[in-house]
Structures are given as structure tokens and as C-alpha cells.
């Protein structure tokens, strides 16, 4: 059933809703077409090969991605001659990995945040999320930062201090723990698959599209949980993959270390510049309820799997590059580096902060000097039929374009990967793949959002012509 509402009042900003302006209706597509199929196909059959074609490249030809591929060509060897030189499960990196996750699953469970409470600005504790489809808001525990700050400090006195294992650990045992995290990602996909049928959290929230393929990798459940607080997205998005994304630097560098007697100074800006965009996300982990990982994706091999292999494995192989190829970049070429990635993260964390703001104050800030700032009122409707309405932000950098947080953000990626100077082309997959990432995510948000916004969503990318770079896309 379509709703509609009557023409408004003007609002501060100028700007009016139509005189009868459809409701539309949020979520995601029930029907899946053949591209979409075909994608999630070739996703589900190719994306694991993808991660140790990466890793081995590293392991057994010094980081070159021709050379397996010419002497595979040329037939100087072949895929069982390379899979038997790859190291393979072993019950010690079993262990490690048991070891890591249960550790991430008892700080995330058991240890209530109380880093808000003395750290000034930080927002952690419980905290509401967004309304899903169905209408509801679920609560969430909020303590990220601290479960960094204790990993990390339990990491730090051991290596100083108490020595219970080397701080090449993590390298040591790459690829035996990679083959760990994929049981573990295909578990978690699999019983979230599974529990979508014969005990969903909320079944208004279970989108069944009729093909298996689509529903096992892109999830069922929008929120799957067990019990009030465990929720799977929250927990695989932060932890265990995006904790250990320092973790895993740290122990290149110590590998450096060991190697080479010496940690270059690519190496210290590879782990400076993630290290900055980590710490940031766990800052802002009240924040990230909003994104559209937990507003919009549903929970299934996507991001369990993805979360779980392909983020520590392709988000960290800067460091990798680096522990083979120990790149001592000169001054200047490394200031240009840091100030790129600086520059980056400035507009990245800029741009979010005005929507948290815009957010938080309904409106009510100031945003480049103007009060209150330009926006576009939208109304949709949940699948419990409410209707409700939002506003979206036309001022500060969301005037520019509709994603400039993403352009930051491709800063950032180009910063981390031109930091291995230009002596493969391993390091430089992150800033490709992060930009067919986001570009797809644009347009994949945009969609959704025309979807729950009708009407009020052409207003809007009419005043904010473009998505990323303006005057270009």
C-alpha cells in the first residue's frame, strides 16, 4: 500500500517536499538477477583461491604475482607442485587461533566498557543501533576500543616482558592459521545459514530470495544473535579480523626486526597509517551502528567469511610486501606518503563526523560556519508498516558529493600501498580492490537508498550531483 503526505511548511534550508510524495519502502531486493547470481557464484567458488594466490606469491616466490603465473605457462611447474610446497593445517596454529578468538570472544561478552566513563569524548557502553526493516533497535555493548587496548597491551607486556611466545608468532604460523580462519568463516556462514531457517532472532527481518547461492553468501538473518547481546555482525566486523589487523603488522614488523636487524621506515609508516585508521573505527564503533554494514547487509558468507579471512589476509599484505622486501624510502618520498595518508584520513573522519553530528543534533549544528546546515527531508517505511522520516545532509563536505568519506578513504588505501615503493604490484591489489569496493558500494547504497526514499532521494542527488570526485563521478 502506498502513504503519502500532505505538502509541509517550508524548512529553514529552503527546501520542500513534493505535494504528494510516495513512501517507499526499505530493504533489500527480494529477486535476484542473472548478473547478481552469476557474481555471487564466482565470489563463492574463487574469492579463498584469491586470498592464497596472494599469501603464496609471499611464501614461495618472493612476493612477484607473474612469476607463478609465466612458470605455470610456461610448464616450469604446476598447481600440485605449489600446493605441496604451500605449509598446511597443523594443530598448533589450530591452537593459536582457538587461543585468539575465544580471548576476542571474552573481552566481547564478559567485560563490560568502562573506557567511556574516564576517556573524555568517547562514546562506549550500551548503545542503541539503527531501526532494521522491521522496525525494531537493538542494543549493542560497545566496547571495541577497550578490547583493543587490552589485546594490545597483553601483546606488549609479552613481548617486553614476560615472553610466553615471539612476537613473530603471527608470520611464523601465517599460512597453517589462514587455512583456521577459513574453517572458521565457513562455519560461522554455514550456522547463520542454518539458524535463518529453524531459529532466526527476528523472522520480519529474514530475506529469503528463493536462490540458495545468493541467501548463503549474502546472509538471510539482518541481525542474527544468540542470547541478548551475542550479535554476529558486531562481533565479526570488529573482532577477531579488525583487532588483529595491528596485531598482524606488529609481528611483520618484529619479523623485520629479526630479519634484517633493522625496521625500515615504510614499515613504520604501514603500521602508523593502519594503525590510525584501526584506532579510529574502534573510537567510533557507536558511529559504525549507523554504516551500512549494519544498516543495510544482512549477515551471511559475506561478511562472515570475509571478516574472518579475506580482511586479516589482503588488507594486511603492505606489511607482507615489506618483511620480504625491506623498502628504506627517502625522506621526502615518505613525508609525501604520510601526508597523503593524512590527508585521507582528515577527510574520511571529517566528512563522518558531520553526519554523526548532523545525527545526533537532528540538525540543530553548525556545519562550515552555517546554522542551521542545508539538508533534504525524506520519508520511508518499515516492514511493520511505520512510517518515518529522515533528513539528509547537503552542507560541509555531503554538499561536495554524496561519498566523500570513500574518497578519503581511497587516499588512505593509496597512501598504505604507495609505502612499498614501486617495486611490485602486490601491494597496489588493496587500493584496486578497495576502489571496485567502494565504487560498488555507492552505487549498491544508492540503490537501496532510492529504494527507501522514493522521491525525496531525486531531490537529493539532484542538489549533490556527484558520488565521489566532483566535476568527475
Known amino acids: 500500500m502506498e502513504a503519502t503526505r500532505r505538502r509541509g511548511k517550508v524548512h529553514s534550508n529552503g527546501k520542500t517536499a513534493e505535494e504528494t510524495e510516495p513512501t517507499a519502502q526499505w530493504g533489500r531486493a527480494w529477486e535476484v538477477d542473472w548478473f547478481s547470481l552469476s557474481s555471487v557464484i564466482a565470489l563463492l567458488c574463487f574469492a579463498p583461491f584469491i586470498v592464497y594466490f596472494f599469501v603464496m606469491a609471499c611464501d614461495q616466490y618472493q612476493c612477484s604475482v607473474s612469476q607463478p603465473l609465466l612458470e605455470l605457462y610456461s610448464g616450469e611447474t604446476t598447481l600440485s607442485a605449489i600446493w605441496a610446497r604451500s605449509p598446511s593445517f597443523t594443530w598448533g596454529a589450530a591452537k593459536i587461533y582457538a587461543v585468539w578468538v575465544g580471548f576476542q570472544l571474552f573481552l566481547y561478552m564478559c567485560v563490560p566498557d568502562i573506557t567511556h566513563k574516564f576517556i573524555p569524548g568517547y562514546v562506549g557502553g550500551v548503545q542503541d543501533g539503527s531501526r532494521t526493516p522491521a522496525g525494531l533497535i537493538n542494543k549493542y555493548e560497545i566496547n571495541g576500543l577497550q578490547c583493543w587496548l587490552i589485546t594490545h597491551a597483553v601483546w606488549l607486556a609479552n613481548a617486553h616482558y614476560f615472553h610466553w611466545f615471539s612476537p613473530t608468532i603471527i608470520f611464523d604460523h601465517w599460512i597453517p ?35 540458495v547461492f545468493y541467501n548463503y553468501m549474502m546472509g538471510i538473518e539482518f541481525n542474527p544473535r544468540v542470547g541478548k547481546w551475542f550479535d554476529f555482525k558486531l562481533f565479526f566486523n570488529g573482532r577477531p579480523g579488525i583487532v588483529a589487523w595491528t596485531l598482524i603488522n ?26 590510525l585508521y584501526v584506532l579510529d573505527f574502534f573510537w567510533n564503533e557507536a558511529w559504525y551502528l549507523k554504516t551500512i554494514d549494519i544498516c543495510h547487509d544482512h549477515f551471511g558468507w559475506y561478511l562472515g567469511w570475509g571478516d574472518c579471512v579475506w580482511l586479516p589476509y ?19 618520498y615518505a613525508c609525501a606518503v604520510l601526508a597523503l595518508g593524512l590527508a585521507g584520513y582528515y577527510i574520511f573522519r571529517s566528512t563522518n563526523h558531520q553526519k554523526d553530528v548532523f545525527r545526533r543534533t ?32 547537503t552542507s560541509g563536505f555531503w554538499g561536495v558529493a554524496r561519498h566523500f ?12 600501498c604507495a609505502a612499498c615503493g614501486a617495486g611490485h604490484l602486490l601491494p597496489y591489489f588493496y587500493v584496486v580492490y578497495m576502489t571496485i569496493l567502494l565504487v560498488h558500494r555507492c552505487v549498491r547504497d544508492e540503490h537501496r537508498c532510492s529504494s527507501k526514499y ?6 537529493y542527488t539532484d542538489a549533490v550531483p556527484y558520488r565521489l570526485l566532483p566535476g568527475l563521478f
Open 314 to 332: 589482503l588488507y594486511t599484505l603492505q606489511g607482507l610486501y615489506l618483511v620480504y622486501h625491506p623498502v628504506q624510502l627517502s625522506t621526502p
Open 405 to 416: 568519506n570513500y574518497t578519503g578513504d581511497l587516499m588512505g588505501s593509496l597512501a598504505y
Open 454 to 459: 522514493g522521491a525525496g532521494w531525486k531531490r
Open 362 to 393: 537532528e540538525g540543530t549544528c553548525a556545519i562550515w560556519g552555517r546554522r542551521p546546515p542545508a539538508f533534504i527531508e525524506c520519508s520511508y517505511r518499515s516492514a511493520d508498516g511505520g512510517v518515518h522520516r529522515s533528513k539528509l545532509l
Open 250 to 275: 606488529l609481528s611483520y614488523m618484529a619479523k623485520q626486526q629479526e630479519l634484517y636487524g633493522h625496521v625500515t621506515n615504510s614499515m613504520i609508516l604501514v603500521n602508523v597509517l593502519q594503525g
Open 177 to 211: 592459521l589462514m587455512w583456521c580462519a577459513n574453517i572458521l568463516g565457513y562455519l560461522v556462514a554455514s550456522f547463520a545459514f542454518v539458524k535463518a531457517y529453524l531459529f532466526p532472532t527476528s523472522a520480519d527481518d529474514c530475506k529469503f530470495t528463493g536462490n
